[in-house]
């Protein structure tokens, strides 16, 4: 395909692209264009060359088609971008509670996929601040761990549609095709992010207890002070301190049109040692139940109680302090939360989907890096995986790898899922930002060990005196 578009690129007279999947579709239309739309005698010219011009005409419109990315692009193409020629269309369609959801795509790899799908809400517009939970309904033999998530990546208002994207980062290889379903469930309309950016100092704070109440359900909560501090997202922090309980408490002003049973923010107490290091306020030491070493009494060191007064709606947490942690905490962590204006979507929504990963070239490895020993090179025109083994759990996910092309060129990928393997290998994974060939590969650096790359195949790997230029 990269070939075919860089012959069309030049048969066009097309300025030269960085990447042969980065032609403007634009540009191809107004190519086209003007030879049909030409002078007489400048079609007469063409007429010469009638064949060959119906040669290139022809490959222009299977490229504006086949590919996906003809000019006035959906949300799909505008994802996909320069990665559409390697994505893979899915059919499946289905409809409950006025939301139908149509799987479009996916993009797959040895250790990832990507799945697209329009969802459109038929009876309202309750996409347009929401957010959606998904995942791929993957079972496979040997795995012992993975990673998976679902976002909107795009809306568009004027259809009440929205692109999901569900991914799966796998914790072994993807072998072959695979045929499974896909599960998106619990929409949540008229979501907002309560994302402060600025930590919240508590001058002048003592152990006196501040104004509290129990509320008819047991719960002690502060009483609201007078003097709110707003912080993010018409949230204000409406009273702070110990609470009647011992406990220390903040206290959150939620907007009016949030619904109490699903929203929730948080600000985290925090003290400075005498070295300056950060010196938690409050937190568990029992073992991993999570709860306060006073847990005869069945409290937890963090709980958040909702509530209304005064036509107002409230968000109380409260902490148990850290045995021997400091009587007061200087400072609340920035706020974090979610406040939400409509009631969840009480749905869930099945779709097949099949999975074709993109052809993988792989070559054994050798080499040492920082207990790391290298066992295996993994390339496809989406990315690179490695596989490695060490005794102490240490791994090199975390390194910056640049790729060598036989252009003279050079970028650094983007390092994505990797983890150690209980009873496998170590596995790491960073992404390109434009399709390749794998031939176009003449080497890598992982830091300053360079792995040499002929036809996707791994050479014997050295060190490099001087880390490579960005």
């Given amino acids: 395909m990269a070939d075919r578009l860089k012959r069309l690129e030049q048969e066009l007279g097309l300025p030269a692209a960085p990447s042969p999947f980065a032609i403007d579709p634009r540009a191809i239309c107004r190519r086209v264009e003007l030879v049909l739309s030409a002078e007489e005698k400048e079609r007469k010219c063409y007429m010469r060359y ?8 022809t490959a222009a419109a299977l490229t504006l088609t086949g590919t996906a990315l003809a000019a006035g692009p959906t949300l799909l193409q505008a994802a996909l971008g320069v990665f559409a020629p390697y994505a893979q269309s899915q059919e499946g369609v289905v409809e409950a509670e006025g939301i139908r959801i149509k799987v479009l795509s996916a ?6 996929a990507k799945v697209y799908l329009e969802v459109t ?7 347009r601040d929401a957010s959606i939970y998904g995942s791929l309904d993957l079972i496979l033999e040997e795995e012992t761990s993975w990673a998976d998530g679902c976002s909107i990546v795009d809306y568009d208002p004027e259809t009440k549609t929205a692109l999901v994207c569900v991914e799966r980062n796998s914790g072994v290889f993807f072998q072959g095709e695979l045929e499974t379903t896909l599960t998106l469930h619990d929409l949540r309309p008229g ?4 994302l402060g950016e600025e930590v919240i100092p508590l001058e002048g704070l003592t152990t006196d207890p501040v104004p509290s109440q129990v509320l008819p359900t047991g719960e002690t909560v502060l009483i609201p002070s007078g003097m709110e501090r707003e912080l993010a997202s018409s949230v204000a922090l409406a009273a702070v301190g110990y609470g009647s309980d011992g406990r220390f408490h903040t206290l959150f002003r939620l907007p009016e049109e949030a619904l109490l049973e699903h929203s929730h923010c948080r600000a985290i107490p925090h003290a400075r040692s005498e070295e300056g290091r950060t010196n938690p306020f409050w937190g568990a030491t029992v073992g991993e139940s999570g709860r306060s070493p006073y847990s005869e009494d069945g409290t ?3 709980d958040g109680t ?8 409230y968000y109380d947490i409260s902490y148990v302090r850290r045995p021997n942690g400091p009587e007061l905490p200087e400072y609340l962590t920035p706020i974090v939360g979610v406040y939400v204006t409509e009631e969840p979507v009480k749905a869930s929504w099945i779709l097949p989907v099949t999975l074709r990963p993109v052809e993988t070239i792989s070559s054994p490895l050798s080499g040492l890096i920082d207990h790391n020993t290298l066992r295996e090179l993994r390339l496809s025109p989406l990315g690179v995986v490695l596989t490695s083994t060490s005794p102490n759990y240490t ?5 910056p790898l640049r790729v060598f092309l036989s252009d003279g060129t050079s970028f650094q990928a983007e390092s994505g ?3 150690h393997q209980k009873d496998g290998p170590n596995m790491a994974r960073w992404a390109f930002d434009r399709p390749l060939e794998v031939k176009d590969i003449t080497g890598l650096t992982l830091g300053c060990w360079m792995i040499p790359i002929e036809n996707g195949v791994a050479g014997e790997g050295y060190w490099l005196s001087v880390l490579p230029g960005r």
């Fill in 50 to 57: 009638r064949i060959r011009l119906a040669a290139v005409l």
């Fill in 107 to 112: 993009l797959t790899d040895d250790l990832c």
């Fill in 121 to 127: 809400d038929l009876t309202g517009d309750r996409l």
């Fill in 191 to 194: 979501q907002h992010e309560v």
């Fill in 300 to 302: 937890y060191d963090m």
């Fill in 306 to 313: 909702a509530f209304e007064q005064d036509g107002k709606k």
């Fill in 395 to 399: 791994q090199i996910g975390g390194y």
């Fill in 417 to 419: 899922v990797h983890g």
